[in-house]
């Protein structure tokens, strides 16, 4: 079953368009990488997933849920990590999990187990009583994944996840992502080949809002260490 | 209905534990209390000089008010506190939505699976508490009132309640629907910017403009002058600030404040379509 479904989708900014015409799809329990270069319209294209925007032109489901008829299931279904983690600064990071809970309409009793379980996966129990402000930016960027986390969603969104974090932390996030397979379907987008090249099976290349590339790592790899580089080089070349 | 209760109780923990409510607290506390012990003085002032005048049947009909503590203090403060109170819910109100934009929370709300009405109506009543809250803290005069104050009947010279309650809780409400209606604009006018400090001066400058609106009806030409009149502040709250209820000021005031909260949803919901 397809998780995601793209047809055509166009997003235009007044006269720029960010993205032209996308279409592709995403099987259930995969882990797919978006890549591309800066301002190809990797988050433009994950904003409208997840309903933050509307499209210009085109049609997106998930599980089976068009995002723009049936907006609600559709959000039910996705946990989103967008660019700048969505912290509320003044909240403690079990304050905020317990909101986002309510807000995911998690059951009430099921609501304190529920943030025990994503403050576990994600490393941050030990931080639950401080403030979001007084985080490190490691711990807000897992904040922010065990807040997608929240309510179990089938598909996760996530827009660089391991952006900012040092090489140790990285690791850690990827190896998260990585235990996700199969029980969740993950799309992550980010510009740094090798965490692709470690966790995704599948691979899309955006460039200047067009699809270049969509296969299976294998495949775009041809098998060779450096394929996937090489190839990305020379999609994104012009 | 949970989501909106969800929504609310987060603006309330936000208010009340970053300084915003507690500087309202303070700050109406303060002006109000200097506004309370003026008129407390002006109260004591006027009864000593009337009984050397030989009583209150040699009174003007201006100084009648002020024969008792309910009409002579309490409903002079609580016309300040209209005043008072636009100063303080823009400041309030400015960082309902204007503070999620330039956090970047609002894609969390956006992606969550709320719909606008409820993301706005949350807002809105957790904004709701913490002015009614501002406006309780008033009610602390009332209660001094009756605790030290006393009253006599005009005609028995008996001992009587010291204040009239029912006027005093309709002043009260009064206050609160005033409260409330500033805050639907100052909603409004955050779901417009990024800028916290932008929406708190428009939202201020609104208010003022609303309350000075008035002045300019003598010099407008019928029909015009009615119409001026009939909205400004004054006249609405002319008879719930005598102890006189009234239901029109009910509908105007709920009126203005659907208006601005249907404003917000669709200042919200066009969000999505940039």
Known sequence: MAMIEVERLTKKYRDRVAIDALSFSIEAGKIVGFLGPNGAGKSTTMKILTGFMPATEGKARVAGFDVFEKPLEAKRQIGYLP????????????????????????????????IARVAEGTGVTSELDRLNAALSKGYRQRVGIAQALIGNPKLLILD?????????QRNEVLQLIKGLAGQHTVVLSTHILAEVKTICEQVLIIHRGKIVADDTMAAISGGRESGLEEKFISLTAN | MRNILAIAKKEMTVYLTTP?????????????????????????????QIRLQGGWAQATPDEQFLRNLTDGVVMPLFSTMLVVLMFVVPFLSARLFAEERRQKTFELLMTSPLTSVEIVLGKYLGG????????????????????FGSSFSATTSEKTATLEWVTVMLGFGALVV????????????SSLTESVIAAGLITFALCLMWLVFQSVAPNADEPWRSVIDHLSIEAQLRNPLRGVFDLRPVVFFSSVIATFLVL????VESRRWV
């Open chain 2, 178 to 189: 005033w409260g409330a209606t500033l805050l639907a604009i100052g909603t409004f006018v």
């Open chain 1, 83 to 114: 660019e700048t983690p969505p912290l509320y600064p003044e909240l403690t990071v079990r304050g905020f999990l317990k909101f986002v809970a309510e807000i995911k309409g998690v059951p009430r009793k099921q609501v304190k187990s529920e």
């Open chain 2, 128 to 147: 709701l508490v913490i002015i009614g809250a501002t406006v309780a803290v008033t009610m602390i005069y009332p209660l001094v009132l009756t605790m």
């Open chain 2, 20 to 48: 915003w409510a507690w500087i309202v607290f303070t700050f109406v506390s303060f002006v109000s209390s200097f506004f309370f012990i003026g008129y407390l003085v002006r109260f004591k002032e006027a009864h000593e």
């Open chain 1, 160 to 168: 660089e996840p391991t952006e900012g974090l040092d090489p140790r």
């Open chain 2, 264 to 267: 917000t949803h669709r200042s």
